[in-house]
């Protein structure tokens, strides 16, 4: 990997970090080069933490969930003390991966090629048929373990294990999600998008209402116009959030949320939340899993529920076309960076926080 490549293409981008009203957007090459989405792996996804979980999903002892990291497979489990850990879900023997399930309950972990099992701490506890192999000792052998944390109902994993706890990290935003009560929310249905384009052009898109004249010109734009949309101040936190006011009685405002680089939220007030779990997979292809969350005084409402998880896959659906056309056009010859409306503040801010990663 050539670090000349990278230092040349974050002076590509310098106009993007100009004030709002002459900032351009990224250079095309950022969501197309290979070598450029190697380096966001590690400066953007693998040094920063990352909602991985709900803590719902790790209750109880011996619970374990799978993701991945920017492509980086990690099972998180609750111990049987009822400790967090976060492990490499990488074997140690021939790096199969060794927890193929979404999730599950388990008291080791065992890979399903030669059976080297590990306990749910990492370490190596059997490896059959290595008495012959010369100093070999299965005490030595444990996972990579990631520091993780669990905050307002997240579970996050830092690749990074000198990582200062979430809450520390954003301040502002922990009393948001204390107002709008994250930590108690029920999750109540979810849609999968497999979306072949950089995961930048998904950011993108969630972080701005400009569109809605657009794309949602029947959906969203009737209740929640676009053009009415505004940024809350974040100050240094590493978020931003697009608020939006309400021109239909009895709707309620959302807000569209995203603490760097992916964890990305729509909050309607007094109602619930999505979460937009965005998996960046290679430099051009993501998968999107929307998960919708009602407050607790909502969760056994099954048509409140339906009702929301299908107005999503509507305004998904629609999201996704322009997202295509868009990673198409960003693959051109003749695709340059553009100028910025004042409405999409939001990416702006997100695109000054990239930058500022990538130029570590
Ligand atoms: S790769 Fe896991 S036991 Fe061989
Ligand atoms: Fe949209």
Partial sequence: MSASNISRLVASAERCLLPLDQATTLPPPLFNDPEWFEVERTRVFHSGWVAAARSAELAQPNQFVTATIAGEPIVIVRTANGRLEALSNVCRHRSATIVGERSGSARSLQCPYH???????????????????????????????????????????????SAAPMSEAAPHLDLLFT???????????????????????????FLESYHHRGVHR???????????????????????????VSVVEGDEPFIALAMY???????????????????????????????????????????????????????????????????????????????????????WHFRQWLIARMSD
């Fill in 115 to 161: 059976q080297w099992t590990y306990s749910l701490d990492g370490r190596l506890r059997a490896a059959p048929n290595m008495d012959q192999a010369s100093g070999f000792d299965k005490a030595k052998v444990c996972l990579p373990r990631f520091a993780v944390d669990e905050w307002h109902g997240w579970v996050l994993v830092n690749v990074d294990s």
């Fill in 218 to 244: 029947e959906t969203l734009e009737p209740m929640y116009p676009g053009a009415q949309s505004f940024i809350t101040p974040t100050g240094e936190e590493p978020w931003t959030a697009v608020d939006h």
């Fill in 261 to 347: 680089p992916s964890l990305l939220i729509a909050i309607t007030r007094g109602v619930g939340m999505a979460w937009f779990r965005l998996d960046p997979l290679e430099v051009d292809r993501s998968h999107l899993a929307i998960e919708v969350f009602l407050l607790p005084e909502y969760a056994n409402d099954d048509a409140l529920g339906d009702l929301i998880v299908e107005g999503l896959r509507v305004i998904n659906d629609e999201d996704v076309p322009i997202n295509e056309r868009t990673a198409k056009g960003l693959r051109s010859n003749y695709a340059e960076s553009g100028r910025v409306s004042h409405l999409e503040e939001a990416t």
């Fill in 179 to 205: 107002e709008h009560r994250m930590a108690e929310v029920v999750s109540v249905g979810t849609l999968n998008y497999p979306s072949p384009w950089n995961w930048k052009i998904s950011v993108e898109n």
